[in-house]
């Protein structure tokens, strides 16, 4: 079957994966878009699937009713399905999880069209081990590899359930990348290298605040005695 696509991202580690998707052999035509600006522009009619690759903005109903819309999660715990997934999991000292891909579903009471679908298809191990730029390079394979899956298998998918829990890790905001020294006395090195490493570029970078100023930390290294 050959099928019409677009394929929505703007981060560097996604659009890496656009290629892949291109030269798959079950895609007739792969549009990019960068934008939702781009995306509205579209006549939908002309395309069967939106793949969306470390999208973070609403789509909106206007969209998720007119095509199936797909996306990569990068957790398996459903307490990391509302934000900062790969930043929350590190911090709570997660070293493997999941990489799936899941359906996009229009929240009616919320008027969003969100990740917490809780159906996905296919699934890999992500290893959230070494630095934030290794995490990054390893989703672009990742990615390319379940797109290929769901592509080989589309329109036979067979969907699952991730099982709701009642624990809920918030999406952070740029000010949670601070610590004061009072913070730092609370710390052992391995919990202060899981949250700085977590805020490596292209995140806003950890820091730590005195009254002099505030110093970041771009880069970080961990020894294990």
Same mark, same amino acid.
């Given at each position: 079957?050959?099928?019409?696509?677009? +394929?929505?991202?703007?981060?560097? /580690?996604?659009?890496?994966? +656009?290629?892949?998707?291109?030269?798959?052999?079950?895609?007739?035509?792969?549009?990019?878009?960068?934008?939702?600006?781009? %995306? @509205?522009? %579209?006549?939908?009619? $002309? +395309?069967?699937?939106?793949?969306?690759?470390?999208?973070?903005?609403?789509?909106?109903?206007?969209?998720?009713?007119?095509?199936? *819309? *797909?996306?990569?999660?990068?957790?398996?715990?459903?307490?990391?399905? &509302?934000?900062?997934?790969?930043?929350?999991?590190?911090? #709570?000292?997660? @070293?493997?999880?999941?990489? @799936?891909?899941?359906? !996009?579903?229009?929240?009616?009471? =919320?008027?969003?069209?969100?990740?917490?679908?809780?159906?996905? =298809?296919?699934?890999?191990?992500? #290893?959230?081990?070494?630095?934030?730029?290794?995490?990054?390079?390893?989703?672009?394979?990742?990615? *390319?590899?379940? !797109? =290929?899956? !769901?592509? $080989?298998?589309?329109?036979?998918?067979? /969907?699952?359930?991730?099982?709701?829990?009642? *624990?809920?890790?918030?999406?952070?905001?740029?000010?949670?990348?601070?610590?004061?020294?009072? #913070?730092?006395?609370?710390?052992?090195?391995?919990? %202060? &290298?899981?949250?700085? @490493?977590?805020?490596?570029?292209?995140?806003?970078?950890?820091?730590?605040?005195?009254?002099?100023?505030?110093?970041?930390?771009?880069?970080?290294?961990?020894?294990?005695?």
């Amino acid at each position: 079957m050959s099928i019409n696509v677009v +394929f929505l991202a703007y981060r560097d /580690w996604s659009i890496k994966v +656009f290629p892949a998707i291109q030269k798959h052999p079950n895609v007739n035509r792969c549009l990019l878009c960068t934008t939702n600006d781009e %995306l @509205r522009k %579209l006549n939908l009619a $002309d +395309f069967d699937l939106l793949i969306t690759c470390g999208w973070s903005e609403e789509i909106g109903e206007a969209v998720s009713d007119r095509i199936l *819309i *797909i996306g990569v999660h990068c957790a398996e715990l459903d307490r990391y399905s &509302y934000g900062s997934p790969l930043q929350n999991q590190i911090i #709570d000292g997660v @070293r493997y999880t999941k990489h @799936r891909i899941f359906k !996009f579903t229009y929240d009616k009471n =919320s008027k969003r069209a969100h990740t917490h679908s809780r159906e996905y =298809s296919h699934e890999v191990t992500l #290893d959230l081990s070494g630095s934030m730029e290794d995490i990054l390079y390893q989703m672009t394979a990742t990615s *390319i590899t379940l !797109f =290929s899956m !769901f592509l $080989d298998d589309y329109p036979k998918v067979t /969907w699952k359930t991730w099982a709701e829990e009642t *624990i809920v890790r918030p999406k952070r905001i740029p000010s949670d990348s601070r610590l004061t020294k009072e #913070d730092l006395l609370h710390m052992n090195t391995e919990e %202060l &290298y899981n949250f700085f @490493r977590c805020l490596e570029d292209p995140y806003p970078n950890g820091y730590i605040e005195d009254d002099k100023g505030q110093l970041f930390i771009r880069n970080v290294v961990f020894k294990r005695k």
